[in-house]
């Protein structure tokens, strides 16, 4: 049997102890970014409840985001893993870890901006009504009225804060403001009659108003001082740089033409998609 010293095992103690802190340091250094790319996989949450954006056809879940999201995955040379969550679980998903980032449209507000980092945008998402055929509300009618919006949507804040600006104009405001869990719910519940109006965002009420013409009517625009109307992907706060890759995915697919492509496709019209001036101040 080979006799080791009681230095040289100090020795190869000391060198294993090395080796370990190495590993440990270098595992707690990976992004996200660089943890997609060495196991060639990313996972990714999306609220398919969300057409144009994301919704499921034929047990597939397909639309604008799902085109976009397939070239991104392209160039980050991995294999995708979809989940299809309620949005009230997305963003509290992507911060516990639960993906890497979120691949469903997020609306952009001060809040939010605060907490998670947005990409480029990829959508103008200016909030809208959505009235029953026949009928025709502004947002200046909708005192003593049941609205409808999505529950923990880039539109609830909109909506309250709607209901605000009645108020402070010496009207009663809304009679309600019921929130649902996903937005097929309010269009549902304005067909039945419970709700008075929904608000939701143009892109997506421009697309159900043209599929079904004979049930509901596009209303007017929420226009709100110092509101943000622009729609993005997030990230975890630490992993600007994937923020940086995905954003740069956009802004290539915006330069040559896929991205307006995409958009006539889903939406019948193109949108500007800015370089800046869609963040708040502060904005991670």
């Not at 398919?48 to 991104?72: R, T």
Request: proline share 5%; hydrophobic share 40%.
């Amino acid at each position: 049997m080979m006799h080791i010293s009681r230095k040289a095992r100090a020795s190869i103690a000391a060198t294993f102890c090395t080796a370990l802190l190495a590993m440990s340091h270098s595992a707690l250094a990976e992004t996200t970014l660089e943890k997609i790319r060495r196991t060639g996989t990313v996972t990714v949450g999306t609220e398919a409840a969300y057409p144009p954006f994301e919704f499921v056809q034929n047990g597939k879940i397909v639309g604008y985001g799902s085109d976009i999201l397939a070239e991104v995955v392209k160039e980050l040379h991995a294999r995708l893993v979809q989940m299809d969550l309620p949005f009230q679980g997305i963003l509290p998903g992507v911060l516990a870890g639960k993906f890497d980032f979120v691949a469903t449209t997020v609306g952009i507000n001060e809040e939010r901006a605060k907490r998670y980092a947005y990409t480029l945008p990829i959508a103008d998402g200016m909030p809208y009504l959505l009235d029953r055929k026949g009928e025709s509300l502004k947002a200046s009618d909708l005192n003593g009225k049941v609205v409808a919006t999505q529950l923990a949507s880039s539109t609830e804040p909109v909506a309250r804060a709607l209901d605000a600006k009645l108020k402070a104009a010496g009207g009663s405001g809304f009679k309600q403001l019921k929130l649902y869990t996903s937005f097929p719910d309010t269009y549902v519940a304005l067909s039945n009659g419970e709700v008075d109006s929904v608000v939701q965002s143009l892109p997506n009420l421009a697309v159900l108003v043209k599929q079904h013409p004979d049930d509901f009517r596009l209303g007017g625009p929420v226009q709100l001082d110092g509101a943000y109307t622009y729609l993005a992907w997030v990230t975890r706060p630490e992993d600007k740089d994937l923020r940086d890759f995905i954003s740069g995915v956009i802004r290539k697919m915006r330069d040559d033409g896929r991205l307006g492509a995409l958009q006539k496709k889903w939406f019948g019209y193109e949108m500007k998609i800015p370089d800046s001036g869609y963040l708040p101040p502060g904005a991670i």
